[in-house]
Antibody, heavy 117, light 107 residues
Framework: QVELVQSESDVKTPGSSVKVSCKTSGYTFTNYHMHWVRQAPGQGLEWLGRIHPNSGVTTYAHHVQGRLTLTRDTSRSVAYMELSGLTSDDTAFYFC??????????WGQGTLVTVSS | DILLTQSPSSLSASVGDKVTITCRASQNINIYLNWYQQKSGAAPQLLIYAASRLQSGVSSRFSGGGSGTDFTLTINNLQPEDFAIYYCQQSSTTPYTFGQGTRLGIK
């Protein structure tokens, strides 16, 4: 069965960076886009970007362009999200999610990133 | 960016009721519209994709419709486990966008 397992929650100081991993299994990692979505506490869902694991081609949302970097390790079937220049507005749950048939069908469990001084 | 507007933002209903949530897109997105359910503390779960296709394993009490700019999610015979937040999402173009969510509560 398809599984996406994300790294543990993290606490960061303002101005620093965070890197979240998403370990996949149960499907061919290189065949489908991996997206990243975040959700601030009590708020709605916000799309951040996607990467195609085969080509490495990325697309980012305008509001995180320049701060967000999506990468992958095809040998380990792991996707990574790195966000720099953190502020308190970046405090949120971060989810990785696969895209098959233009829908986000499998999701990781979420990683809480807290930005606090 | 494509704006998705859901209505209502919240509603209350009883077990056994039928409810409909609407999602309007700011431009034509054909049938590239998906619906998700999210329960407290959990990741979203895909219910409906391509406007009207039921995701595998999802109850047939859920159905979707529409195309172009106007879409609906209907839940028949509400069950206790259906009380949650529902989001629409478009995959017509990047950036993908979500509606603001509809909170379905127990009356």
């Amino acid at each position: 069965q398809v599984e996406l397992v994300q790294s543990e929650s993290d606490v960061k100081t303002p101005g620093s960076s965070v890197k979240v991993s998403c370990k996949t299994s149960g499907y061919t990692f290189t065949n489908y886009h991996m997206h990243w979505v975040r959700q601030a506490p009590g708020q709605g869902l916000e799309w951040l970007g996607r990467i195609h694991p085969n080509s490495g081609v990325t697309t980012y949302a305008h509001h995180v362009q320049g701060r967000l970097t999506l990468t992958r390790d095809t040998s380990r079937s792991v996707a990574y999200m790195e966000l720099s220049g953190l502020t308190s507005d970046d405090t949120a749950f971060y989810f990785c999610t696969t895209d098959r048939d233009w829908a986000l069908d499998y999701w990781g469990q979420g990683t809480l990133v807290t930005v606090s001084s | 960016d494509i704006l998705l507007t859901q209505s209502p933002s919240s509603l209350s209903a009883s077990v056994g009721d039928k409810v409909t949530i609407t999602c309007r897109a700011s431009q034509n997105i054909n049938i590239y519209l998906n619906w998700y359910q999210q329960k407290s503390g959990a990741a979203p779960q895909l219910l409906i994709y391509a406007a009207s296709r039921l995701q595998s394993g999802v109850s047939s009490r859920f159905s979707g419709g529409g195309s172009g700019t106007d879409f609906t999610l209907t839940i028949n015979n509400l069950q206790p486990e259906d009380f949650a937040i529902y989001y629409c999402q478009q995959s017509s173009t990047t950036p993908y966008t979500f509606g603001q969510g509809t909170r379905l509560g127990i009356k």
